[in-house]
């Protein structure tokens, strides 16, 4: 918000939201602001940074992702290629993991729980162009915020649209497309992303099970 002052008495007179404001708060904005234009500049430079980097450069990376995004979990990694708007608005839990070329188009709030593991290809929109093309022309769209609860795994080419909410344990299936919220504890896929079975004890194939180490996270190497 800013405030316009009236000079002969530096009083308020009224608030003005920034186009920042309105995206961060649900309503329509110009995306060409000044502003945004520049924060999403910022945010390019470190990811042109982080892809630049070798994958060896493990502590050098992690580095970069943290100043990125607004929050990262213990033993959190990303593959390059990855692309984002902001950084600012991707929250990450424990044990994220993400696979090439993922792209997470982050104008509004994007929170990711624990132990979430994210395909190859994967998309993550939270920004609607407006529909009308005269609106559209002038830069105007609205941002939605995602939701991926813990323990998900999105498999490979996976697109996720603006204000979509995924329940804890659940899988999509490859090549889906997700437009409306996914439950807890189900198998989904298909475009658009439909529940196909609920995941049952029947799924359990008897594998051994080990503790994750947090003293061994990637961000500390």
């Not at 609860?149 to 999509?172: E, F, Q, Y």
């Amino acid at each position: 918000m800013r405030v316009i002052f009236d000079q002969r008495t530096n009083k308020g007179m009224k608030r003005v939201k920034t186009e920042k404001h309105k995206m961060l708060n649900q309503e329509y904005y110009i995306c060409w602001d000044e502003e945004l234009t520049a924060e999403r500049e910022k945010a390019k430079d470190l990811v042109y940074d982080f892809n630049s980097r070798k994958p060896s450069e493990r502590m050098e990376r992690n580095q970069i992702i943290q100043k990125l995004f607004h929050s990262v979990g213990e033993n959190a990694w990303v593959e390059s290629p990855f692309n984002c708007d902001y950084g600012y608005n991707i929250t990450v839990g424990d044990n994220f993991y993400a696979n090439t070329n993922c792209t997470i188009l982050d104008c509004a709030k994007v929170t990711i729980g624990d132990n979430v593991l994210i395909g190859p290809n994967v998309s993550l929109y939270t920004p609607n162009h407006a529909m009308d093309a005269a609106e559209r022309k002038a830069g105007y769209e609205r941002s939605l915020p995602i939701t991926i609860g813990d323990n998900v795994w999105l498999g490979g080419s996976v697109t996720i649209v603006p204000g979509v909410t995924i329940g804890d344990n659940t899988i999509i299936g490859a090549g889906s497309v997700v437009t409306k919220d996914i439950p807890a504890d189900v198998i989904a896929a298909g475009v658009p992303c439909k529940v196909i079975r609920p995941i049952t004890e029947k799924d359990t194939v008897g594998l051994e099970i080990h503790a994750v180490d947090n003293d061994k996270n990637l961000t500390a190497k």
